[in-house]
């Protein structure tokens, strides 16, 4: 599978983002799905993640509350809402999947991700 990233920016902190990661293939209900940020100086870490079934989700503690992750089917989709963006949000957001068996599962460390998108970068300013 092929992921495109998209919907990075430069915002003030206390505003919005949706990140999109449109995905090539025709079993993307497949596919778990995950975010993750890396921020200059700093490892890849875990953002967000989705079940193939769409009905199980998790979160980094940082984000929780703030970000949503959803995905659509139709689309071959992944969706990263991104509310009260901080400076500390600041990094190269980046999506990943991994086909899986298991509709439930959530997969949230990098090892476990098959594939990559190309990232896109989010600047939040104070």
């Known amino acids: 599978v092929q992921l495109q990233a998209s919907g990075g920016g430069s915002v003030q902190a206390g505003d919005s983002l949706r990140l999109s990661c449109a995905a090539s293939?025709?079993?993307?209900?497949?596919?778990?799905m995950g975010w993750f940020r890396q921020a200059p100086g700093k490892d890849r870490e875990f953002v967000a993640g989705?079940?193939?079934?769409?009905?199980?989700?998790w979160y980094a503690d940082s984000v929780r509350g703030r970000f949503t992750i959803s995905s659509d089917n139709a689309k071959n989709t992944v969706y990263l809402q991104m509310n009260s963006l901080e400076p500390e949000d600041t990094a190269v957001y980046y999506c990943?999947?991994?086909?899986?068996?298991?509709?439930?599962?959530?997969?949230?460390?990098?090892?476990?991700?098959?594939?990559w998108g190309q990232g896109t970068q989010v600047t939040v300013s104070s």
């Open positions: 293939g025709r079993t993307f209900s497949s596919y778990a």
């Open positions: 990943a999947a991994v086909t899986t068996s298991q509709p439930i599962v959530v997969v949230t460390y990098p090892g476990g991700y098959d594939y």
């Open positions: 989705i079940s193939s079934s769409g009905d199980e989700t």
